[in-house]
C-alpha cells in the first residue's frame, strides 16, 4: 500500500526560496508515495531585530572568536538572507547535517561552518551536540557568540554557553503566525488517515495541528492517532506526540533524506499499523458442560465395614505427620535454594541489560549504516539516469549535425541575397556564400555535394562583378549632407590667401640675422646700432603695408549675383543643396543610374556657383560626388538560381529523411 508523506514544515515568506527549492527537488526524487504539504506555522521575520545583527558584528570586544549560532533551518535561512556576504572571520553554528548543507547554498565558507554530523564527530544532531562541538572547539570564555532562534524554546542552549563563559547575546528573529487550516484540506488528512505519514520538526507543531484537527472532527482525529505514523526528529518532540495519544511514534534523524530511507525501509511496518491490534478472548462453547451430563452417584450405597473407615482415617493421619515432618526438614534448602536463584537471576537481569544495551547501539549501527547505503545508491541512480541523459544529448547532437549544417548555409545564403539585391554590397554577399562553403566543408552526402558545387559557382559569379560598396558611399554622402551648414559661401567668404602680420614678421626675422653676419670688417658696437634701426624701420613698414592690402579683398566670380545674396537666400540655398544630396543618396541605394546622375550634377553645380572652392570642405564633398558619379549601377546582378534550386533538394532530402 502506497504512504501519504505530511510535511508539516513551517512556510517562509515568498522571498525565501532556498529550502523550498532543495525540499522540492529531494521529494521529486524520491518517485515513491504521495505528498501533502500541510504547514501549520508561518514564520514572519522580525526585520528590526535581524537589523541588529550587523552592528553587533562591527562592534569592537576583546574576544578572539566571534560565533553566529542559528537553532534551525528557517531562522538560518532568514538570518544569512537579510545579512548578505558571511563576514569572514565569523564562526556559524548550525545543528545537523542538513542545516549545515543548507548553510553551504547560501554561500557560507565550509570551513566557517561547525555542526555536529554523528560520523567523525559522533555527536547527535541536537543543541546538546552542538555545546559539546563547541566546547571542543573553543576554550572557555575565548568566544562572543549571538543565538539567533525563535520566539520559544531552545532555552537552555544560551544557557550552556554561558555557563562555558562565553559573551552571549539571544537574538529572536521571527514569530509564529497559526495558519487556519481549511476544512478541504483536513477533509483531504482524514481521507489518508490509513496511510499517512506526518513529519513533524517541533513540538508546537504537533500541538497547534492536533488543537485544529480536534475542532474538525475528534473521533476521525482519534482514529488518525491510532493508525497513523509519526516520524519526529528529537526525543522532545516525541514525548510531546505520545503525550497526545498518537500511537506509532518513530525518531529519525533530521533531513528529508532520513524520512525518504525510513519510508523506504519501514513499508511493511506501516501497513501492519493499520491492521487492528486488538484481538477479543474466544470463547469455547465445548469448555461449558451441562450438570445435567454428569452422572449422579446415589447416596443409598451404605459402607461394607466400619473398619474400612479407621484404615483410612489412620492413614490420613500418617501421610499428614510424614508431610510435616518432611516440610521441616526440606525447608531450609528451600530457602537456600531461593537465594541461589535470586542471584542468579539478578546476575542473568544484569548480563541481559548490557546485552540489550548492545544490541540497540548495533541496531543504531545499522539504521545509520542502511541509511549510507540508501544515500550512496540514490546517487549511483542520479548518476546513472544523468550518464544516460548525456548519452541522448550527445547521439542527438550527432544526428542532428548535418541539421545544423544546413539551416546554418540556409540563413547565409538569405543574406547573401540581401546583402547582393538590397544593399548591393558584393563583397559582403561573397563573404557570406564563401562562410557558407567553409560549413559543408568535408561533406559526403550527394545533396550537400551539389549544394556546395552550385555555392561555388555562383560566387565565382559574383566574385567577377566590381565590388563598389554602396553602403560606404551612403555613408561618405551622408556626412557631406551633414556638412552643408558650415560650407563657406561665396557671398561671405573671407581672404584665405592674405598672410597675417604675424607671418610676414616670421618669415622676415631670418632676412634680419643674415644680415648681420655681412659686415665682418665694421665695428662691433656700430654694427648692432645699425641692426636695430634697421629692424624697428622694417617692422613699421611691414605693419603699414599690412593694414592697406587688408582695406581690399579681390574675389574672383563668373556670375556677379552670387555675392548679392541675402542671409534667407544663403538658407535657401543650402537646403536646396541638401535636398539635392538627400535625393542622390536615395537613388544611390535604390540602384537609380539616371536620377543619380542627374542629382549629382545639380549638386556639383551649385557646389561650384554659390560655394568657396578655395575651401577644404567643398573640395572634400566634390571629390565624394566624383567618387559616386564613378559608380556602376546598370550591372547585371547574378540570380543565384544554381545555389536556390540545391538547397530545395536538399532541405526536401532532409525532410524525407526525418520521415
Not at 541588529?52 to 576583546?62: M, Q
Not at 546476575?347 to 543504531?364: G, M, P, Q, R
Not at 634701426?533 to 556670375?559: G, H
Request: aromatic content about 4%; hydrophobic content about 40%; overall charge negative.
Amino acid at each position: 500500500m502506497a504512504h501519504t508523506l505530511v510535511v508539516c514544515k513551517p512556510k517562509l515568506p515568498d522571498q525565501y526560496l532556498t529550502q523550498r527549492v532543495d525540499l522540492k527537488r529531494q521529494l521529486d526524487q524520491m518517485h515513491s508515495g504521495h505528498v501533502m504539504y500541510f504547514p501549520v506555522f508561518e514564520l514572519v521575520p522580525d526585520l528590526a531585530s535581524l537589523l541588529t545583527i550587523r552592528p553587533w558584528l562591527e562592534t569592537t570586544t576583546d574576544k578572539p572568536n566571534h560565533l553566529i549560532v542559528f537553532v534551525s533551518p528557517s531562522v538560518l535561512e532568514i538570518a544569512v538572507t537579510n545579512l548578505g556576504q558571511w563576514p569572514a572571520n565569523v564562526y556559524c553554528g548550525v545543528m545537523g547535517r542538513q542545516s549545515a548543507k543548507l548553510a553551504i547554498d547560501l554561500g557560507i565558507p565550509k570551513d566557517n561552518i561547525i555542526a555536529p554530523t554523528g560520523e567523525n564527530d559522533h555527536e547527535t544532531e541536537d543543541s546538546d551536540g552542538l555545546a559539546r562541538l563547541l566546547a571542543t572547539h573553543f576554550e572557555a570564555g575565548s568566544c562572543r557568540v549571538m543565538v539567533c532562534k525563535g520566539p520559544r524554546g531552545r532555552v537552555e542552549f544560551p544557557k550552556k554557553l554561558v555557563e562555558m563563559q562565553h559573551d552571549v547575546t539571544v537574538l529572536e528573529c521571527y514569530d509564529r503566525k497559526v495558519i487556519e487550516q481549511s476544512d478541504t484540506q483536513c477533509e483531504a488528512l482524514f481521507a489518508r488517515t490509513s496511510e499517512a505519514v506526518l513529519w513533524i520538526t517541533s513540538s508546537e507543531t504537533i500541538e497547534a495541528l492536533d488543537s485544529q484537527l480536534a475542532r474538525k472532527s475528534e473521533s476521525r482525529l482519534k482514529t488518525l492517532k491510532e493508525t497513523a505514523t509519526v516520524l519526529t526528529t528529537h526525543p522532545r518532540i516525541t514525548a510531546k506526540c505520545r503525550e497526545l495519544g498518537y500511537a506509532h511514534v518513530v525518531q529519525i534523524a533530521t533531513g528529508i533524506q532520513s524520512v525518504n530511507s525510513w519510508l523506504k525501509s519501514n513499508k511493511k511496518s506501516m501497513e501492519n499499523n493499520n491492521q487492528t491490534s486488538t484481538a477479543t478472548p474466544a470463547t469455547n462453547p465445548q469448555s461449558v458442560a451441562t450438570a445435567q451430563s454428569r452422572p449422579s452417584f446415589s447416596n443409598t450405597a451404605q459402607p461394607s465395614g466400619q473398619w474400612l473407615g479407621k484404615a483410612a482415617f489412620f492413614i490420613s493421619v500418617v501421610s499428614f505427620v510424614l508431610i510435616l515432618l518432611i516440610a521441616f526438614a526440606g525447608k531450609n534448602q528451600i530457602e537456600k535454594t531461593r537465594m541461589a536463584f535470586g542471584e542468579r537471576i539478578q546476575k542473568e537481569s544484569t548480563t541481559l541489560d548490557l546485552v540489550k544495551e548492545e544490541i540497540n547501539k548495533s541496531s543504531d549501527l545499522a539504521k545509520d549504516l542502511k541509511t549510507r547505503f540508501d544515500l550512496l545508491e540514490l546517487a549511483q541512480k542520479e548518476e546513472a539516469s544523468q550518464r544516460a541523459s548525456l548519452e541522448e544529448v550527445y547521439n542527438s547532437l550527432l544526428a542532428s549535425r548535418t541539421e545544423v549544417s544546413l539551416s546554418e548555409v540556409e540563413q547565409l545564403i538569405s543574406i547573401a541575397k540581401r546583402q547582393l539585391y538590397l544593399l548591393g554590397n558584393v563583397k559582403g554577399a561573397s563573404i557570406a556564400l564563401s562562410q557558407a562553403i567553409d560549413l559543408l566543408e568535408g561533406t559526403e552526402k550527394p545533396s550537400l555535394l551539389n549544394l556546395r558545387t552550385a555555392l561555388e559557382k555562383d560566387l565565382t559569379e559574383i566574385k567577377a562583378l566590381p565590388s563598389d560598396d554602396l553602403l560606404r558611399l551612403a555613408i561618405s554622402l551622408d556626412s557631406v549632407v551633414n556638412s552643408v551648414e558650415s560650407l563657406p559661401m561665396l557671398s561671405s567668404v573671407q581672404a584665405t590667401t592674405d598672410q597675417t602680420l604675424a607671418q610676414l614678421t616670421e618669415e622676415e626675422a631670418p632676412e634680419a640675422s643674415t644680415e648681420t653676419n655681412t659686415p665682418a670688417v665694421i665695428d662691433t658696437q656700430t654694427q648692432q646700432g645699425f641692426e636695430k634701426v634697421w629692424t624697428s624701420v622694417k617692422k613699421v613698414a611691414q605693419t603699414v603695408w599690412y593694414d592697406i592690402k587688408s582695406l581690399i579683398e579681390v574675389t574672383k566670380v563668373d556670375s556677379p549675383e552670387v555675392l548679392m545674396l541675402s542671409s534667407r537666400q544663403e538658407t535657401d540655398l543650402r537646403n536646396t543643396l541638401r535636398l539635392s544630396l538627400l535625393n542622390a543618396r536615395i537613388s544611390l541605394l535604390s540602384r537609380q543610374a539616371t536620377l543619380l546622375k542627374s542629382d549629382l550634377e545639380r549638386s556639383s553645380n551649385l557646389l561650384n556657383t554659390y560655394f568657396d572652392s578655395k575651401s577644404i570642405q567643398v573640395q572634400r564633398a566634390q571629390t565624394v560626388l566624383a567618387e559616386i558619379g564613378e559608380v556602376q549601377l546598370d550591372l547585371v546582378l547574378p540570380e543565384l538560381q544554381a545555389t536556390s534550386a540545391a538547397l530545395r533538394l536538399a532541405v526536401a532530402g532532409q525532410q524525407g529523411e526525418r520521415q
